[in-house]
């Protein structure tokens, strides 16, 4: 028995429901990329800045993160560059699509740790609300000090 075919994604989806869709389209042309060897690309651009990222964590700025690193580089590419690349959009749009995904493993952890969690319990509050409190305060004399600057004549 024969599977009926099914309709385009593209053809289902209305034009503003997926931002990405005229890109797509666009990839599909004979000289163009196809929209795997776009992701592939994508993610490449995006590990190879992960990767220098840890490279320069590793060998000059050993007490900053190479990820952090790596955005920070990223980052400065792109503000050089003036936009970003339609591969990296893509592979960028697919794990924000996802991204509710990378909670699991946190969520199992609480699980897995409940009796240290429960035992812990208002030293971990004590410490979150003081952390908030640390983080508004900081956020409020920053955004006063810039205030100033801006209303200065």
Do not use: C
């Not at 599909?28 to 992701?39: G, I, V, W």
């Not at 812990?120 to 000090?145: D, E, G, H, R």
């Amino acid at each position: 028995m024969r599977m009926p075919k099914m309709p385009s994604l593209f053809a289902i989806l209305p034009e503003t429901s997926y931002p990405l869709r005229s890109q797509l389209l666009t990839l599909r042309k004979p000289n163009s990329l196809s929209y795997t060897e776009a992701m592939i690309q994508g993610l490449v651009q995006l590990f190879l800045f992960q990767a220098l990222g840890e490279l320069l964590s590793k060998f000059a700025l050993p007490f900053i993160p190479g990820p952090v690193l790596g955005l920070v580089l990223l980052l400065a590419f792109l503000a050089l560059r003036g936009h970003v690349p339609a591969s990296m959009d893509m592979v960028g749009s697919g794990i924000l699509q996802h991204l509710g995904l990378l909670f699991i493993p946190a969520s199992v952890g609480v699980v897995l740790y409940l009796p240290i969690l429960q035992a812990n319990a208002w030293a971990i509050t004590a410490a979150l609300v003081l952390s908030v409190l640390a983080t508004v305060a900081v956020t409020a004399l920053v955004l006063k000090l810039f205030a100033k600057k801006d209303s200065a004549p």
